[in-house]
């Protein structure tokens, strides 16, 4: 189990694992040449969940369980503190099951982060072959371990059907996902794929207090877990992993559709600060990376501090250059869709921005 946490950290590093195109470059903003707006003035701070960030980015929810992942962990989280942004932390289920040391996750206890988002999967709140379900208790360890504000529980099914030691039963997990959410605040979140209206809806019901639309762009974990079916000699899950390697509904198309009255985050393919800006644009409360800030974690500590830093200078320049003074005007600001973006957005009778 251990194992397979570091060989998706391992993958993510040194494979191609992303689709063919990232739709966030399919969305465009209209250039302003004479702004109005001093760079100094554009004030990026915010606040997810009732915790006040330094500006609207998250660090998305990787890892933990194995060795290495306490020093990922530790960078992330001292980047986190350090620029005041969000912070999420891999499944916990394997130190839930007692298959794995807690240090990797309870590292974050060291470090003032702004916000922090525990982290179980959708799959396990059934139970699985041979394994038992995780319940309201898991879910106060979860976050307890974390010291947590909000457990987001992720759905990855586009995952579990390729990876090799697979969970695929889903029956009674919006049941069991809704009896969580009414003991503590509960985040729905996806991996890849991206949520449509009716889950989102159906999220809400079941009281989720946000949504991590987690949409196709970015890290395919059908791509992830082909290269591990690959090794393991398994030709089913390896033809499935490249025949679903594309699968999902694109990030910003599902961040129009996900827009259901709850906060959102927008993850999934965000590469920088611009693409932050065009998540804000199109209705997200924060942008969050995954695989980017895996990269600057796995040098220093330092490289995920400059990291952010670039992607809050980017974000800035977005403000400047669209003449915008805030996140307000920002988020009411004018985006034109191209390419297969836009083709999505027509089809499913989406406004273009
Ligand atoms: C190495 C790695 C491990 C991940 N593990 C988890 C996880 O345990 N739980 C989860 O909710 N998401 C997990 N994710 C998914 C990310 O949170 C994110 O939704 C996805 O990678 C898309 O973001 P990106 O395109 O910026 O990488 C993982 C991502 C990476 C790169």
Same mark, same amino acid.
């Given at each position: 189990?251990?194992?397979?946490? %570091?060989?998706?950290?391992? &993958? ?5 694992? %992303? ?5 966030? #470059?399919? +969305? ?18 915010? #606040? ?10 998250? &660090? ?20 986190? !503190?350090? /620029?005041? +942004? ?21 590292? *974050? %206890? ?9 982290? &179980? ?14 319940? /309201? ?24 059907? +390729? ?14 996902? $809704? /009896?969580? !959410? ?9 991996? $890849? ?18 949504? #991590? ?25 390896? %033809? ?16 129009? *559709? ?5 906060? *959102? &985050? ?8 611009? #693409? ?30 400059? !990291?952010?830093?670039?992607? +809050? !200078? ?5 403000? *400047? ?31 273009? $921005?």
């Amino acid at each position: 189990m251990t194992e397979r946490k %570091r060989e998706h950290v391992d &993958i993510v590093l040194d494979r191609e694992v %992303r689709p063919r195109h990232n739709y966030w #470059d399919d +969305v465009q903003f209209l250039h302003n040449a004479i702004p109005e707006v001093d760079l100094d003035e554009v004030d990026l701070r915010t #606040d997810l969940f009732g915790k006040p960030l330094a500006a609207p980015i998250v &660090i998305s929810s990787m890892t933990g369980g194995f060795k290495d992942a306490v020093q990922i962990n530790a960078n992330l989280a001292h980047g986190a !503190a350090e /620029v005041g +942004v969000a912070m999420g932390v891999g499944s916990q289920r394997q130190v839930l099951q007692g298959q794995a040391p807690e240090d990797s996750w309870t590292v *974050l %206890r060291e470090y003032d982060i702004p916000l922090v988002i525990a982290n &179980i999967g959708a799959p396990q709140l059934v139970p699985q072959a041979g394994k038992d379900a995780l319940g /309201v208790e898991d879910a106060k360890r979860a976050l307890e371990m974390v010291q947590g504000d909000i457990l987001a529980i992720h759905m990855n099914y586009t995952q579990e059907i +390729v990876q090799p030691e697979g969970d695929q039963r889903s029956r009674g997990v919006l049941k069991a996902l $809704g /009896v969580i !959410a009414a003991e503590v605040p509960v985040l729905g979140k996806e991996t $890849g794929a991206g949520i449509s209206r009716d889950v989102a809806l159906r999220l809400k019901e079941a009281g989720v207090q946000g949504i #991590d639309i987690g949409g196709l762009g970015g890290t395919s974990f059908s791509a992830v877990e082909y290269y591990r079916a690959k090794k393991e000699g398994m030709r089913q899950k390896e %033809r499935l992993g490249q025949t679903f390697w594309e699968w999902g509904i694109p990030s910003p198309i599902s961040l129009l *559709l996900a827009n259901v009255g709850l906060p *959102l &985050i927008a993850t999934g393919g965000l590469r920088n600060g611009l #693409d932050v800006a065009r998540a804000l644009a199109l209705g997200g409360q924060a942008g969050g990376m995954a695989s980017q800030m895996l990269r600057a974690a796995n040098e220093s500590a330092e490289a995920v501090v400059r !990291a952010l830093e670039e992607v +809050v !200078a980017e974000i800035k320049a977005v403000h *400047l250059l669209t003449g915008c003074g805030s996140l307000a005007e920002l988020a009411e600001t004018r985006t034109i869709f191209t390419g297969p973006t836009r083709e999505w957005a027509a089809s499913l009778g989406l406004r273009e $921005g």
